[in-house]
């Protein structure tokens, strides 16, 4: 069975950082491309950010690229999401993702999902 936990999130102020991670246990984590998801109150469900299995490749969805920085340690199982200068709009419910396969963007691939967890900024 396959265990998802995040970590990371909380309260910040804007312009600070923050790091999310995502530790996977019960599945072969290199075999699976990674991607990280929010959603914000009211708002659809958005593609933050994508990383190729092999760690050879990642895509950003916007406006994060510069600002947000996505890694993955594959010895540790383990998913990070570096989140710089922080803005109140980035306020929202982060998810990591799983799919088996080098690299994917579609949420409909991803078949391994984190509980999500919350990240604020205030301004």
């Known amino acids: 069975q396959v265990q998802v936990v995040e970590s990371g999130g909380g309260l910040v102020q804007a312009g600070e950082s923050l790091r999310v991670s995502c530790t996977f246990s019960g599945l072969s984590f290199d075999d699976y491309a990674m991607a990280w998801f929010r959603q914000a109150p009211g708002k659809e469900r958005e593609r933050i950010s994508s990383?190729?299995?092999?760690?050879?490749?990642?895509e950003y969805g916007g406006s994060e690229q510069g600002r947000f920085t996505v890694s993955r340690d594959n010895a540790k199982n383990t998913l990070y999401l570096q989140m710089n200068n922080l803005k109140p709009e980035d306020t929202a419910m982060y998810y990591c993702?799983?799919?088996?396969?080098?690299?994917?963007?579609?949420?409909?691939?991803?078949?391994?999902w984190g509980q999500g967890i919350q990240v604020t900024v205030s301004s």
């Open positions: 993702a799983a799919g088996r396969g080098y690299f994917l963007r579609s949420p409909s691939r991803f078949n391994h």
């Open positions: 990383i190729s299995r092999s760690d050879d490749f990642t």
